[in-house]
């Protein structure tokens, strides 16, 4: 959980704040996420969701769609000794990421967002937030 404020540099590294070091290990997925945004998953984690998606029936058309989409941008990668990740070009220009970006916890994984998108997302859906929440928790927290 959280939200970082980092900088893309010129070789498009961004840095992974050190919160979150430990919990992604040493090896860990980045792939696209819903709503131009990036994912990146502990190994382990991203395992357990490709299983997932190997178990759905591949006659479904929803299906092929959604696991091309999820596994095409999947990429392995490893923190440098900076603490430091280099974003694939594609995934850069999927979730149209610039200088300025936001890192932010969300359970499973971390996401990526540019951070104006980011701005642009929570006000969006801020007035929405208590519909929202009234539709996914049918009883009280």
């Given at each position: 959980?959280?939200?970082?404020?980092?900088?893309?540099?010129?070789?498009?590294?961004?840095?992974?704040?050190?919160?979150?070091?430990?919990?992604?290990?040493?090896?860990?997925?980045?792939?696209?996420?819903?709503?131009?945004?990036?994912?990146?998953?502990?190994?382990?984690?991203?395992?357990?969701?490709?299983?997932?998606?190997?178990?759905?029936?591949?006659?479904?058309?929803?299906?092929?769609?959604?696991t091309r989409f999820f596994m095409s941008g999947?990429?392995?990668?490893?923190?440098?000794?900076?603490?430091?990740?280099?974003?694939?070009?594609?995934?850069?220009?999927?979730?149209?990421?610039?200088?300025?970006?936001?890192?932010?916890?969300?359970?499973?994984?971390?996401?990526?967002?540019?951070?104006?998108?980011?701005?642009?997302?929570?006000?969006?859906?801020?007035?929405?937030?208590?519909?929202?929440?009234?539709?996914?928790?049918?009883?009280?927290?």
């Amino acid at each position: 959980m959280g939200e970082f404020h980092h900088n893309l540099d010129d070789k498009g590294r961004i840095a992974i704040p050190s919160k979150y070091r430990d919990l992604l290990g040493k090896n860990f997925i980045i792939t696209k996420g819903i709503e131009h945004c990036l994912y990146v998953y502990p190994e382990t984690t991203f395992n357990r969701i490709v299983t997932k998606l190997e178990s759905l029936p591949f006659t479904k058309k929803d299906a092929r769609a959604f696991t091309r989409f999820f596994m095409s941008g999947a990429t392995a990668l490893e923190l440098d000794k900076q603490g430091r990740v280099n974003i694939p070009s594609p995934l850069s220009t999927y979730a149209n990421l610039t200088k300025s970006c936001v890192v932010i916890g969300t359970g499973d994984r971390l996401e990526i967002w540019d951070e104006a998108s980011f701005e642009e997302f929570m006000s969006a859906c801020n007035d929405e937030m208590s519909e929202i929440a009234e539709g996914l928790f049918e009883e009280k927290i």
